[in-house]
C-alpha cells in the first residue's frame, strides 16, 4: 500500500500569510495526486487534481506542485474561508486509492 | 448539477450488518463511464476509501475491508449501496458516497453530505 504523509498536522496562520502544505507518498505516484479541502461538518471539495489543475471553481489562490513522492499546495494569500484541513490522495496505485492524514489550517 | 445522497440507519449493532444507499440525482448513473465510491471518516480522523462499483456491476474493494463490504447499485432507482457485514464501534464514522471522473482519474469530484453511522448496543 502507498502511505500519504502529510506535514504539519496543524499550521496556525494570519488571514493574508502565504502557506504551503507537504504532501510525501511512500513510493512514486507520478502525477496522479488530489487536494481536497474540508471544512467542519462539510464534505470534502476537491480543489486540485493532476498534481496542479486546479478543479471547476477553485481560485487562483490556490495552486498545486510536485511529481512523484513529494507534492505542495500552496494558498498564496490566505482568506477566511480557507481555514479548514487539507487532504491530498493519491491515485496511481489504483486500485487502493489513499488519503493523507491531513493538515489542519487554523487561526493564528 | 449531480448531486448525492446518502440514507440508511443512523444507529447499528455490533455485529450486525451497516447498510446505506446513495441516490444520485441531476444526473443517470449510467451516463459516462465513472465509478461510485464509497467513503468513510471516522471522528477527528482522516478519511478511508471503502470501495467503488461501475454500472455494469464491476467492484473494487480496499483490502482491509474487502471481507466485509458488498457494494452493488440499482441503475433503474439512480442509486448504489453499501453493506458491512459484523460491524464493531471501530466501524462508527462518517459515510460518504462520492463520484469519480473514471479513465484513471481517481479522484472525487462530486459527494454526498455524509451520513453518521455508530455502532453500538
Known amino acids: 500500500d502507498i502511505v500519504m504523509t502529510q506535514s504539519p498536522a496543524t499550521l496556525s496562520v494570519s488571514p493574508g500569510e502565504r502557506i504551503t502544505l507537504s504532501c510525501r507518498a511512500s513510493?512514486?505516484?507520478?502525477?496522479?495526486l488530489a487536494w481536497y479541502q474540508q471544512r467542519p461538518g462539510q464534505a470534502p471539495r476537491l480543489l486540485i487534481y493532476?498534481?496542479?489543475t486546479r478543479a471547476t471553481g477553485i481560485p487562483a489562490r490556490f495552486s498545486g506542485s510536485g511529481s512523484g513522492t513529494e507534492f505542495t499546495l500552496t494558498i498564496s494569500s490566505l482568506q477566511s474561508e480557507d481555514f479548514a484541513i487539507y487532504y491530498c490522495?493519491?491515485?496511481?496505485?489504483?486500485?487502493?486509492?489513499?488519503f493523507g492524514g491531513g493538515t489542519k489550517v487554523d487561526i493564528k | 448539477q449531480l448531486q448525492l445522497q446518502e440514507s440508511g440507519p443512523g444507529l447499528v449493532k455490533p455485529s450486525q450488518t451497516l447498510s446505506l444507499t446513495c441516490s444520485v440525482s441531476?444526473?443517470?448513473?449510467?451516463?459516462?463511464?465513472?465509478?461510485w465510491n464509497w467513503i468513510r471518516q471516522p471522528a477527528g480522523k482522516g478519511l478511508e476509501w471503502i470501495g467503488r462499483?461501475?454500472?455494469?456491476?464491476?467492484?473494487t474493494y480496499n483490502p482491509s475491508l474487502k471481507s466485509r463490504v458488498t457494494i452493488s447499485v440499482d441503475t433503474s432507482k439512480n442509486q448504489f449501496s453499501l453493506k458491512l457485514s459484523s460491524v464493531t464501534a471501530a466501524d462508527t464514522a462518517v459515510y460518504y458516497c462520492?463520484?469519480?471522473?473514471?479513465?484513471?482519474?481517481?479522484?472525487?469530484?462530486?459527494w454526498g453530505q455524509g451520513t453518521l453511522v455508530t455502532v453500538a448496543s
Open positions: 493532476d498534481t496542479f
Open positions: 513510493q512514486s505516484v507520478s502525477s496522479n
Open positions: 490522495q493519491q491515485y496511481n496505485n489504483w486500485p487502493l486509492l489513499t
Open positions: 462499483i461501475y454500472t455494469s456491476g464491476s467492484t
Open positions: 462520492a463520484r469519480d471522473l473514471g479513465f484513471g482519474e481517481w479522484y472525487f469530484e462530486y
Open positions: 441531476g444526473g443517470s448513473i449510467n451516463s459516462g463511464t465513472f465509478y
